[in-house]
């Protein structure tokens, strides 16, 4: 079983940056592929970013290609998203997501979320 926690979310403005955490525990993080979503108000659960069990490989959607990245320190057991010139569309809760196969296919495993809120 693994626990995923995710924090570092808040309010910030137009523009600005926040990086969100994502810890693990409970068992080994490394062989999970690891993903972030979010879910904005009335919208459903879209993918952000994803990244390899290496962190050698990293896959993004277009609506924040650019301005986010994601990495992984498997040592910490933490993956993170470093999110720039944030937008008010960037508004949602975020959750990370540990996937054992590859892209598209099922998650064993999700974080509770959290908040992210872009002010304009």
């Known amino acids: 079983q693994v626990q995923l926690v995710e924090s570092g979310g808040g309010l910030v403005q137009a523009g600005g940056s926040l990086r969100l955490s994502c810890a693990a525990s409970?068992?080994?993080?490394?062989?999970?592929?690891m993903d972030w979503f979010r879910q904005a108000p009335g919208k459903e659960r879209e993918f952000v970013a994803a990244i390899s069990r290496s962190g050698g490989s990293t896959h993004y959607a277009d609506s924040v290609k650019g301005r986010f990245a994601i990495s992984r320190d498997n040592t910490k057991n933490t993956v993170y998203l470093q999110m720039n010139s944030l937008k008010p569309d960037d508004t949602a809760v975020y959750y990370c997501?540990?996937?054992?196969?590859?892209?598209?296919?099922?998650?064993?495993?999700w974080g509770q979320g959290t908040q992210v809120t872009v002010s304009s």
């Open positions: 997501a540990a996937r054992p196969g590859a892209f598209g296919t099922t998650y064993d495993y």
């Open positions: 409970g068992r080994t993080f490394s062989p999970y592929a």
